[in-house]
């Protein structure tokens, strides 16, 4: 989408705007997920991560983005991305992807999880979500070599093994100053690396996979993504910046440093 247009670069100081819209966006899905049981509905669930997006003195990204209606994206089971929160209650069992970003002074967050409600129905639901959050990590842990954006997507693809389908079309992104941006960041290897690595590119990555195929179909309501052959989907985002004295995850509360230190990478102290 963004071919070879010039990638943003954020000073120090813009960084630091970006991990207050960080943390918020972190505490508005963590609300969502305490509130995850069954019979809510994604209607209700919404409201929730609103109101902590209002409260934080933020706004949403989301909502009016292209005529998007809502704040968050929220993906049941065979959705992919992209489902509009409806009054369907959830049931147990079911695989919820929670997508959501917030505005601060100007400046995006963008994240999401993927969580089961209440008992898994299948072992190979628990193995989706997790193998997709393993994707995430090894993605954004392949930034600290500073190669090429491309790196990412080789990392996701060498993650998930073969063992769950990278949806097709759909990549992360540069983001910044708005929620998208130059560059793309793929969940699989290309002959076209991408950009250099470079300390003040934040990038939001985000692998989606599939317990089946790659391919997928948008409902008539233009939004909703689902898989085309029925399978349930998981979605893991972070926006992570690269910083001079390493990475830095925006919308993960200790900075990524957990994750991270378990692959090696050191994550710099605040
Ligand atoms: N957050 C999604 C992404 O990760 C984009 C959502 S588009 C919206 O890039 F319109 F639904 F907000
Ligand atoms: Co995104």
């Given at each position: 989408m963004f071919g070879r247009e010039r990638v943003?670069?954020?000073?120090?100081?813009?960084?630091?705007?970006?991990?207050?819209?960080?943390?918020?966006?972190?505490?508005?899905?963590?609300?969502?997920?305490?509130?995850?049981?069954?019979?809510?509905?994604?209607?209700?669930?919404?409201?929730?991560?609103?109101?902590?997006?209002?409260?934080g003195g933020g706004t949403s990204n989301f909502l009016g983005y292209h005529g998007y209606p809502a704040t968050l994206c929220i993906s049941v089971n065979e959705v992919v991305v992209h489902g509009i929160?409806?009054?369907?209650?959830?049931?147990?069992?079911d695989v919820v992807s929670v997508d959501g970003g917030a505005v601060v002074d100007g400046w995006h967050g963008d994240s999401a999880f993927t969580a089961i409600v209440g008992k898994p129905r299948e072992p190979g639901d628990v193995e989706l979500v997790e193998t997709t959050r393993q994707a995430l990590w090894?993605?954004?842990?392949?930034?600290?070599?500073?190669?090429?954006?491309?790196?990412?997507?080789?990392?996701?693809?060498?993650?998930?093994?073969g063992r769950l389908g990278i949806v097709d079309g759909y990549t992360g992104h540069g983001i910044g100053t708005a929620m998208h941006m130059a560059p793309d960041v793929l969940n699989h290897r290309d002959r076209d690396?991408?950009?250099?690595?470079?300390?003040?590119?934040?990038?939001?990555?985000e692998p989606m996979c599939t317990r089946g195929g790659v391919d997928t179909d948008v409902l008539a309501d233009e939004w909703t993504v689902v898989t085309s052959d029925g399978t349930r989907a998981a979605h893991w985002e972070h926006t992570v910046a690269v910083l001079e004295e390493g990475l830095w995850v925006l919308t993960a509360p200790d900075g990524g440093a957990a994750e991270l230190g378990a692959r090696g990478v050191r994550v710099p102290s605040e």
């Open positions: 943003e670069l954020k000073t120090p100081e813009q960084i630091l705007k970006m991990r207050e819209a960080g943390l918020l966006t972190h505490a508005a899905l963590e609300s969502v997920r305490a509130a995850l049981r069954p019979g809510i509905t994604p209607a209700e669930l919404d409201a929730v991560g609103a109101e902590v997006i209002r409260a929160p409806g009054d369907r209650p959830l049931e147990e069992g090894a993605g954004i842990a392949a930034l600290d070599a500073r190669g090429r954006v491309g790196d990412v997507g080789a990392a996701v693809e060498d993650a998930v093994g690396k991408g950009p250099k690595v470079r300390p003040g590119m934040v990038l939001a990555i």
